[in-house]
């Protein structure tokens, strides 16, 4: 039993790899929607300087078995690794998961990283689940969990009206909101950068350490650009301060290849600005945009950790309900 880095140029062996990701995603997960090989390939084929990444497979007899996606951070936290390891439900208990945990933390410590990280997704009522397991005997611990919630859409406008007439006394006059779709105007770029940047630092994450990212206009475009190429469609609400800078953002980012999922992506507001209730503001805009134009879309996932009570209530009465669990274990490397 071998691993091997993924050539993402060979269509065969990618196809496979993709095959197998979307099959051990879907265990237990009836609701899960597949990305499409088509954008998936996108996403592995672009080279991210500021986040290069490496995914390595196991195969069997020429088969992709499973894979192993390795994150290595290079212009922030730079200290930390991420993994997302995947096998094929009909290749587990084979030995094909602990040949590619072996080969991440292997690459992890050449690249003189002192934290590997690694996150899944597991029923909320399984604290002793075998992924759990897996992990723990590969010398991680838990640092951090956070609960995923999903939104059945859509969310009826008498709702959405009663927390906007609830929410718009406290920022009206002080703040204006606008909603882009496939980025914002360069003119906003930097302070909604300034902004996202931030979030990471702010966001309960339990045991695990992160300073702020090092997002970039530059950067920004760039990932727009992927998002065009996969043809991802983002809706962006921010909320402008009296100079028309960026103070706070939410993102909604719809598959091509998961035609009625949405993903909520960061939401944020930052701490000057905060106690007026821009939060529950930029995401009610942000979704009636999403109602308006992709009414074919059924339900709007978001995680949280269980502690960021002001994001949780926010999220709470707007409707998300609890599904899953995505704990995150932390290794320390030597």
């Not at 604290?127 to 859509?154: A, C, I, K, M, Q």
């Amino acid at each position: 039993m071998g691993t091997v880095q993924l050539d993402v140029n060979d269509d065969r062996l990618t196809r496979q790899a993709h095959q197998a990701l979307t099959a051990s995603r879907a265990v237990g997960r009836p609701w899960y929607e597949p990305p499409s090989f088509e954008e998936t390939v996108v996403d592995w084929r672009h080279e991210d300087q500021a986040e290069p990444k490496e995914i390595w497979v196991a195969e069997h007899d020429g088969e992709v078995t499973g894979l192993a996606m390795l994150y290595l951070p290079m212009e922030d936290n730079t200290w930390l690794a991420w993994c997302d390891l995947h096998v094929h439900p009909e290749h587990r208990r084979r030995g094909h998961g602990s040949a590619l945990m072996d080969r991440v933390v292997e690459r992890a410590k050449d690249a003189r990283r002192t934290s590997l990280v690694t996150e899944f997704m597991v029923p909320v009522d399984e604290p002793e689940h075998g992924y759990r397991r897996f992990v723990e005997r590969h010398g991680y611990t838990l640092s951090n969990t956070e609960v995923v919630r999903h939104l059945d859409l859509p969310v009826p406008d008498s709702q959405l009206q009663h927390l906007d007439s609830a929410s718009r006394p406290r920022w009206a006059g002080d703040y204006r909101l606008e909603t882009y779709v496939n980025g914002v105007p360069e003119a906003l770029q930097p302070s909604l950068c300034e902004v996202m940047n931030q979030l990471i630092v702010d966001a309960p994450t339990g045991e695990i350490e992160y300073e702020p990212e090092s997002m970039s206009p530059g950067r920004y475009q760039e990932h727009l650009g992927v998002e065009r190429q996969m043809d991802r469609t983002r809706l962006t609400t921010v909320a402008l301060g009296v100079a028309g800078e960026v103070v706070g953002y939410s993102d909604l980012v719809l598959p091509a290849g998961a035609p009625t999922t949405v993903f909520q992506w960061g939401t944020y507001v930052h701490r000057e600005h905060r106690g007026r209730r821009l939060g529950m503001a930029i995401k009610v805009e942000n979704l009636r945009r999403l109602q308006a134009d992709h009414p074919e879309r059924r339900r709007v996932v978001t995680g949280n950790d269980g502690t960021n009570s002001w994001m949780v209530s926010i999220n709470e009465a707007l409707g998300f309900h609890v599904v899953e669990l995505s704990p995150a274990y932390q290794r320390k490397l030597d």
